[in-house]
């Protein structure tokens, strides 16, 4: 299939209703009249309404994204899959999560549930497809939909946090840390905050991360996702080391167009697909430069590990959650 997927047009204002932006929203509800309530069958096969099930009155994410995408899709939703661990209880409660395919012809519920397994997504995340005429109505109520894309890997890197209750809606991308995230689903958009105490902190604050060096602010920002150094594997592989093990031409070549190498077939980059469960590298749109700090900082970082005794360094990768519970949650709120 080769048809339109439309992002990537410049944010403009759609409505009174809607305000996009970093920082800013207005709490002006669209209800019925405004969003669509057409039908979507998820990975289940189960049918749901647009605004009367998946949105009406609830804090929901939502992201635009097709399985075939060896783009940046799957740091997307390996981004969202941090951001649903982190939220933990509070996923199917107090915030609701949904990815809609714009391939629907090749992403059939099934094949959105493996897509779905293939990720380790745990309950309370749906994957939805349907008709393309309605996920696109969809889209354009949501502002993300573009007239002049002409393939389906013309996408943006965007998904939508929102509150239909009160009409706030925001953008952001798998580039935003996931605290950040997680602190506007459970405290901006929410009528309460539901943030633990002591981890509660202003989007502004959050979101920025340490005053450190182009690399391992690139690293921070675009490769714990799906990678650690010296942690163990997470989606893909632990990189610690990676510079000693790797050509650097190739490492290089793979950081700049990982899916190039991958059409090519290159033995190494097809290998490590297989590795791990066929979750291709995204290209992260870095320039050189970038690049090579990043290199720079993953060999900084090896120099570092191997001088630091085995008793002083982090325990193998586990995401820690900053919510509390939504039992606690709810007692408190008694």
């Known amino acids: 299939m080769n048809r339109t997927d439309r992002y990537t047009a410049p944010w403009v204002a759609i409505t009174a209703v809607l305000l996009w932006g970093m920082h800013?929203?207005?709490?002006?509800?669209?209800g019925a009249d405004y969003f669509?309530?057409?039908p979507l069958v998820n990975q289940d096969g189960e049918t749901l309404h647009f605004y009367d099930d998946v949105i009406k009155g609830k804090v929901v994410a939502i992201n635009f994204m097709f399985t075939s995408c060896g783009d940046i899709c799957p740091l997307e939703t390996a981004k969202l899959r941090d951001?649903?661990?982190m939220l933990g209880d509070h996923v199917g409660k107090n915030v609701f999560m949904y990815s809609i395919t714009v391939d629907p012809d090749r992403d059939t519920p099934a094949v959105l549930k493996a897509y779905r397994e293939k990720f380790k997504v745990g309950?309370?995340?749906?994957?939805l497809t349907g008709k393309i005429e309605d996920i696109d109505r969809i889209r354009k109520?949501?502002?993300?939909?573009?007239?002049?894309?002409?393939?389906?890997?013309d996408h943006s890197?965007?998904?939508?946090?929102?509150?239909?209750?009160?009409?706030?809606?925001?953008?952001?991308?798998?580039f935003d840390v996931p605290e950040a995230i997680v602190s506007v689903l459970l405290e901006r958009l929410q009528t309460h905050s539901l943030m633990a105490s002591n981890s509660r902190q202003s989007y502004t604050e959050v979101r920025a991360l340490p005053s450190v060096g182009n690399g391992k602010n690139l690293f921070l920002s675009r490769c714990t996702t799906c990678h650690t150094m010296g942690q163990g594997d997470k989606l893909g592989p632990d990189l610690l080391g990676v510079v000693s093990r790797r050509d650097r031409q190739w490492l290089t070549r793979w950081l700049k167009e990982p899916e190039v190498m991958l059409k090519e077939k290159d033995p190494l980059a097809i290998a490590l697909l297989d590795q791990y469960n066929n979750i291709p590298m995204p290209n992260l749109k870095l320039k050189s430069t970038d690049i090579s700090d990043l290199i720079e900082y993953m060999q900084e970082e090896e120099r570092?590990?191997?001088?630091?005794?085995?008793s002083l360094l982090p325990q193998p990768y586990k995401l820690q959650s900053i919510i509390k519970n939504t039992a606690e949650t709810t007692a408190s709120s008694e």
Do not use: C, H
Request: no cysteine.
């Open 24 to 30: 800013s929203a207005i709490a002006a509800p669209a």
């Open 36 to 38: 669509p309530n057409v």
């Open 83 to 85: 951001i649903q661990t």
């Open 123 to 127: 309950p309370g995340w749906q994957f």
């Open 141 to 153: 109520k949501l502002a993300m939909y573009n007239e002049d894309g002409d393939e389906l890997s």
């Open 157 to 174: 890197i965007n998904f939508v946090l929102g509150n239909e209750k009160t009409g706030q809606w925001l953008k952001r991308t798998p």
């Open 304 to 310: 570092r590990v191997n001088a630091t005794p085995k």
